[in-house]
């Protein structure tokens, strides 16, 4: 299979529609070559790639699994662009039921959630926006559940040196529901706490207590 010029054209046009990327996770591996494979997995599965339906997929399945790991090629300067902001106040700023929608390192199959992420100032606050943002450049890329938790809470952590942190992730994994153990309404629930939330029960409880309803992903 031979890729026509407008369609090299469209996949650089995928590549740049991203700004504000930074390069650090550079492939040898070309774009022909990702669509190459996806053919191939077409074949393997007893498929017939050149079939009028499936002719552009695995051009389409790399463009998805691109966008849908664009957050390796984000940074956290570049997502925040300097929206930190020095604020007197310690109460604490929760932003809840963020959706997020990740891709399993294992099965690279959707997780779908929410995140809750809570933080104390200590002089330094973010846009609530950029929370959001911060969850979603983590959650665009391959992943666990239980690292996401962790790099959302030492992301927080790292920028604005607040007093405490807490992160709580509820989600439903495709790989668990559509396949293995078949169970759907199934999810899983992981937090990461540092700072007061880890150390004081009632900061935690107060959180907890905020975050509390009932998880319903169907
Ligand atoms: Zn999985």
Redesign the pocket.
Known sequence: MTLSKSELTEIEQIKNSFPNLTTEHKSSVSQEEMIQAVRTLLLGLGEDPDREGLKDTPKRVVKALQFLTSGYHQSLDELLNGAVFHEDTDEMVLVRDIDLFSS?E??I?PILGRAHVAYIPNGKVIGLSKIARICEMYARRLQVQERLTAQIADAIQGLLKPKGVAVVIEAT?M?MVMRGVQKPGSWTSTSAVKGVFAEDAKTRQEFMSLIRHNPNFH
Do not use: A, P, T
């Open positions: 399993c294992h099965h199959l994994h790989c």
